[in-house]
């Protein structure tokens, strides 16, 4: 019994005398002092204050955790890169850490309050993996339910598609996101449509996100540094669409010296180069994506599918500017393109390019006001390729937005932002002409129409307890459907049509025609249990002033962006939820259980077979109706340790109705039906597995309903002709949805630069999910159509893409 109680105090003795030896090689940097020796005094608590950055680009971090003697004292960096840590005078082992940075070990001799600035440099320290671009904490302490913020390196190990990291897909994975299907362009959440997102990529809207057909992102992960979606309580400051938000903000260059990075896939090839005009105060960000995917369509046995043609582009530059430690200012210049044909059938191309200015400043500790000037280009392109009416029909959307916003945090744990914003549509006519100049096609246009939308806003987030947080927000937008515009009067009480246009109007430039307005309340709590969990509920309103124009089941890069005008009502949504969150094992498991409701007003909406380019009376083929969506979410994630992931479901019901006094103006009688994206049940399953060398694994499963579906119910025969029996609208659906997805990374090929070698397999199991159901007559029976299933992708799809940075 002696024995082995001396061999066991002989064990942790060494064991002890390692960690011991480990911990000092961590923590083997010189003592820093902080502080004025004069102003000590013993025992009185003080304030150490400073900036989290990035090493030589000088970015703000936000979400780093600095933490003294083992979290005893500890805070986490705010949205500027601040923190403030309070503790007694004396000595200090600090430990600082944020995703995708290199853990930062000080040592400090603390005298009294005072300034200490920290930087940290890019790369992942061979530890325990946390993955987490926020306070580890957040999920429970955050006032905003349904918020989600990631950056690229928690994303950049997931499968992906031909191997390119991919925002939205990754957004997807989250409960409460979801998309059509393969080969849809955007995303729905909660309910909502996809029109209903407004993306911005620097405080600029997006009108387009995907190559493609969808397949792919518009973003190249080398110029992103994060994003945050908020898909339950948007804060006052964002508004223009009735669902959710998407913010994506690009890195700064480096300041210190230059750096280069890129990668090589299958399908295309980025690189970017960053570093300083003007060491420490101006820095230079610029960066490309290019495609090379046409080898892949002629590897396709299909002859149509040979004969296709597929090309797409992404391209960025930022230029950063230091007037002073507590001014900056940033310039930034995005395009982005897509074209693809598809034999001689049809095709379509588009670009948005977008620019914006922004200056910052920091006029005392507490205040920071913000201002933003962007200018954005968006234009798409139908093109019918073949035969004596080859033609194309081209639209043209061009918008200014300008903002100003104050940020102000006080001592009473007050964080207001408030502000105005603007911004202009103004769109181009639309354009019919021949392809390559056919000229059998007669030019033709069609005007579109103008406005402009105003909003004020205040947005104060306040911490009345440590148990009580809450944030409430007004936002008051007013919009103006402006001239030179035609308008047509109809005869009352009657279908519009062109046969009941019963008078026209005439409007000068600039004139406003009709104006729409109202009040945005956004409302959330957090209610804290214990320190680990927490209940969280909101409300907000939300208007929408732009429309997207589709009488296809998914969304494509050639829809129309149509205003609100005088028979096109904003869309209006108030939109609930309420959830309880968990973490649990240290913060090592964060869990989440929400349910929502979502009602909307104005949605648009076809009468059957609508005709909706180069109509001038648009107004025709619309019908407006009301929406509902509700369900509820389940997510389970794990932030530490070498196996990391999540697991998530989602419940979704989506339910439109378009009832009016005229039949023809009414679906389904009135009643409620399912939406285009009404897909019940979505499961989502993500594993990765950090492996040393910069190594990791990854697996995603994925599952959902199908969606709704018009199917033919019958059939029968006038004058020969076999004229189909079509159900209620989405009365069906089409198969459910399984798919599983694989990757491997090897990181440190070559020595001296960071580099990786990602293997990835989309589609393993070659599962030939359906997008859609077509009909064809039998050869042997042409009066009853036959059903087909239609799938964008049925193969296993490998990729392998080297990534590098130095």
Known sequence: MVGFLLRTSLIIILFLVCIRGLAQDDWNVPWQVVGDSSEFVPKRDVIITGKITVAGSGEPLTGASISAETFRYFDYSDQSGNYAIELPPGRYRMMIRHVGMKTVYLRLKILSTGLFNIQMEEGITLEEVVISSRAIDSNVKQSLPGLTKLNIQEIRTLPTFMGEVDILKSLQLLPGVSSVGEGSAGFNVRGGRMDQNLVLLNDVPLFNTSHALGFISAFNQDIIKDFSLYKGNVPASLGGRASSVLEITTRRGDFEKWRYQGGVGPISSRFSAEGP?????????????????????????????????????????????????????????????????????FGYSWNNYLTNARWRAMTNRNASPTLSLSYGHFRSTLIDPSGVEASEVTNTLNYFQLSETVSYSSADKHNVVAGISAIGYFPKAEELKGYKGNPNIKRESAEKNSGAEFAIFAN???????????????????YMHLGADTVYRYTANQPKSVSTIEDTLYYSKFENIKSFGGLEPRISARISLTPNQSVKLSYNRMRQYIHLISNTTAPTPIDLWQVTNEYLPPQLADNYSLGYFLNIKDNRWETSVEVFYKKMENLVEYKDFPSLFLNDHLETELLTGSGRAYGGELYIRRLKGK???????TYSVTELKVASENPSESINDGQWYASNYNKPHTF???LDRKLRSQGAFSLIISYNTGRPLTAIESSYIVGGTVVPVYSDRNKYRIPDYLRVDVSFTIGNIVKKIEDSLVFSVYNLFGRDNAYSVFYKRPANNYFIPKPYRLAVLGAVLPSITYNFKF
């Open 277 to 345: 005009i003007k060491t420490g105060r101006t820095s230079l960000l610029v960066a490309g994506r290019i495609s090379h995917a046409n080898w892949a369509l002629k590897k396709v046995d299909d002859p149509n599918v040979k004969r296709s043609r597929l090309s797409f582009y992404d391209a960025f530059a930022g230029l950063s500017h230091r007037f002073s430690p507590n001014s900056s200012a940033d310039i930034t210049f995005y395009s982005t393109a897509d074209e693809f044909q598809y034999s001689d059938q």
């Open 460 to 478: 104060d987030d306040y911490s009345l307890t440590e148990s009580l947080s809450i944030s409430i927000g007004l936002r008051y937008s007013y």
């Open 643 to 649: 196996w990391t992931g999540w697991i998530s479901y």
């Open 684 to 686: 989502n399953l993500v």
